[in-house]
C-alpha cells in the first residue's frame, strides 16, 4: 500500500494511506489535543478539540483531525489564531460543564480561555462518550448509555446491566477526562436502584 506524504506545521510527515491526520500528527511527534479520542475505540469526532486547519488544492479548511483522512499534498496547520479562538471557545463550553477538571483546566490555562464565559451546569459529564464506547466496543457489556436530549443529555449506567458487571471492571473510569468521581456516583445511584429482584429473598416460615 502506498504512503501518503503530507505537510505537518511545516514539517514532512508519512503516513499509511486511511490513517487519519491525528494519527499521522501523532506518529511525527506532533501534539493535538483531544478528549474523546482513545486509540483502542473508533473515532467519534465528539469533542472537537482537535479542530485543525488544512489545506487542500489551494482551499483552506477546518477540519476534525481525528475523522479526517490523510491525502497527498495536504497542509496541515495545528495552530493558528483561528484554530486557537475555536478551541478556546470550546474548552470555555466545556467548563460550564466540567469547571474543576484537570485536563481542562491545564488547556483554558494553554489557550487562555475564560472559565467563567458561560453560566456553569455543572453536570460533570462532557459528553466525550469514551466511558459508553470502551464499554460497547471493547468490553461488549453495553452498561452504559446516553440519557436525554439536549443540555439534559448526560452519561447514566444502566442498573440491571452495571449491577453484574461493573463492581469488578471499572476499567472506564480512568478514561474519564473529567475524572472518575462522577462515574463512580452515578454506578452507585445506578446500583441503589437496581431491581429488586436482584436482592436476596428472605426465608419465610
Known sequence: MTDIVLNIDGKEVTAAAGATVLDAARQAGIHIPTL??????????????????????????????CLYPVENGLVVRTR??????IRRLIIEELMAHAPEAPEL???????????DRFEKEPIYCILCGLCERYCAEVKQKNAIGFVGN???REISFVPEIAAKECNDCKECFPLCPTSYLQAAFVLVESLTFAPAAAEPVAAQG
Open 36 to 65: 474523546c479520542h482513545f486509540e483502542k475505540l473508533e473515532a467519534y469526532g465528539g469533542c472537537r478539540l482537535c479542530m485543525v486547519e488544512s489545506e487542500s488544492r489551494g482551499k483552506t479548511s477546518y477540519v476534525v483531525s
Open 150 to 152: 439536549g443540555p439534559e
Open 80 to 85: 493558528s489564531a483561528k484554530v486557537d479562538k
Open 105 to 115: 483546566v491545564a488547556l483554558a490555562r494553554e489557550y487562555g480561555a475564560d472559565k
